[in-house]
């Protein structure tokens, strides 16, 4: 149980183009899904944390017009990267959370992002 | 102080050996420790989780200790295998008010000679 996917799995696109990755929960319903992003070697950095039905809350230093955070239903979150550029190419990860009071994240394979 | 620290960077054992990786916090709020394992390209995956009431954890080859009064937890991996090369990251979190965000250590790459 408690599986988690993204999609795609792997995008290439030009740079001002939008990407939409989706990250859905199979077997659970996600009250909570937090976005990270991850560069080579280093740790995930949180970027925001959505609730469902409700606007996400934005680390410091993210910019929310940039990357839309949308979590419409109980199973699945959307990350867009709008005008993408060679600086926003990373692995994103996503990972879910079950019911209010449960602290176990699962997380999603990861999307890699490239920018040309 | 909403950081944890953890050590060492990297690590290299022989087949059976016992990796040992410490992490560090300094929040007192900080009620729940898990620890992950990534391999390369894939998201991570949750190993071993701990709370501070108990001072250890075991889960087959896995198992946490837990030092409160330190403020410090480690990861043991028993009997080693080439399979658990890997980047392992602990983590830290509250219950409560902030939703339970993960805090992640700087992560841990671990590599097991047959």
């Known amino acids: 149980g408690a599986v988690v996917s993204q999609h795609p799995s792997r995008v290439i696109c030009k740079s001002g183009t939008s990407v939409k990755i989706e990250c859905r929960s199979l077997?659970?319903?996600?009250?909570?899904m937090f976005w990270y992003r991850q560069f080579p070697k280093q740790s995930l950095m949180l970027m925001a944390t959505s609730n469902e039905g409700s606007k996400a809350t934005y680390e410091q230093g993210v910019e929310k017009d940039k990357f839309l955070i949308n979590h419409a239903s109980l199973t699945l979150s959307t990350l867009t990267v709008t005008s993408a550029h060679p600086e926003d190419s990373s692995f994103y990860i996503c990972?879910?959370?079950?019911?209010?009071?449960?602290?176990?994240?699962?997380f999603g394979p990861g999307t890699r992002l490239t920018v040309l | 102080q909403q950081q944890v620290k953890q050590s060492p960077q990297s690590l290299i054992v022989q087949k059976g050996g016992i990796p040992i990786i410490n992490c560090a916090y300094e929040n007192t709020a900080f009620d729940y420790f898990p620890w992950y394992q990534q391999f390369p390209g894939k998201g991570p995956a949750l190993l071993i989780a701990i709370r501070p009431d108990v001072s250890e954890k075991k889960e087959g080859r896995f198992t946490i200790s837990f030092n409160k009064s330190a403020k410090q937890f480690s990861l043991h991996i028993m009997d080693s295998q080439p399979g658990d090369s890997a980047t392992y990251f602990c983590?830290?979190?509250?219950?409560?008010?902030?939703?339970?965000?993960?805090?992640f250590g700087q992560g841990t790459t671990l590599q097991v000679k047959p």
């Open positions: 077997d659970f319903q996600a009250t909570t």
């Open positions: 990972s879910a959370r079950g019911r209010l009071g449960t602290d176990t994240q699962y």
């Open positions: 983590a830290a979190s509250t219950r409560g008010g902030n939703t339970g965000k993960l805090i």
